[in-house]
């Protein structure tokens, strides 16, 4: 019988990250960095201080963005997201996943923004173009995560 294979010394080891979770401010849940790689297929190209650097700055643009509705929750007892009433999917709080999803969005939109060169050949000026599509799609499907966790409707206008 013929056929290929590989012997398990050739195999690459998996990897296995090192990064701590990125503190958030104590209400907002933690990012971990090794959920965040696979859920948005971040490669390790990405250096954890730039990954990390991308995260911080979406945990604050969401975080300004909810900031009434969490000083409401808070001040209403709710001691953490988690403990805001949710349905839960797969155990957990559907508030938590709407919310890593916003920080997991706009933080592979400022990486991809941020990776693109800025002097650009008329091959890589095409890339570009072809780049900017999924840095909107990643700001809208933060956007919307946002919206739904303040139980608002997804609204789009265009101006004729």
């Known amino acids: 019988m ?3 294979s590989c012997t ?3 195999m690459p080891a998996p990897v296995v990250s090192t990064e701590a979770p990125i503190r958030n401010d104590g209400w907002f849940p933690d990012i971990d960095p090794a959920e965040l790689r696979a859920a948005r297929r971040i490669r390790e190209v990405i250096t954890p201080e730039r990954l990390k650097l991308a995260v911080t700055g979406a945990m604050i643009t969401v975080g300004n963005q909810l900031a009434v509705w969490q000083a409401a929750h808070m001040l209403a007892g709710i001691a953490d997201l988690a403990a805001v009433p949710s349905r839960k999917l797969d155990d957990t709080s559907r508030l ?3 919310y890593t999803r916003a920080i997991g969005a706009y933080a ?3 990486l ?3 990776y693109r060169d800025t002097d650009l050949t008329g ?3 095409h890339d570009a173009e072809t780049v900017e599509p999924s840095i909107v799609e990643l700001r809208r ?3 919307h995560a946002i919206r739904d966790m303040l139980a608002r409707p997804r609204l789009r206008a265009e101006l004729i």
Request: proline letters at 5%; zero cysteines.
């Open 123 to 125: 091959q890589g000026q």
């Open 108 to 110: 592979k939109a400022e």
């Open 8 to 10: 398990p010394s050739l």
């Open 2 to 4: 013929t056929g290929f």
């Open 141 to 143: 499907d933060a956007i």
């Open 96 to 98: 938590v996943l709407l």
């Open 112 to 114: 991809v923004e941020a």
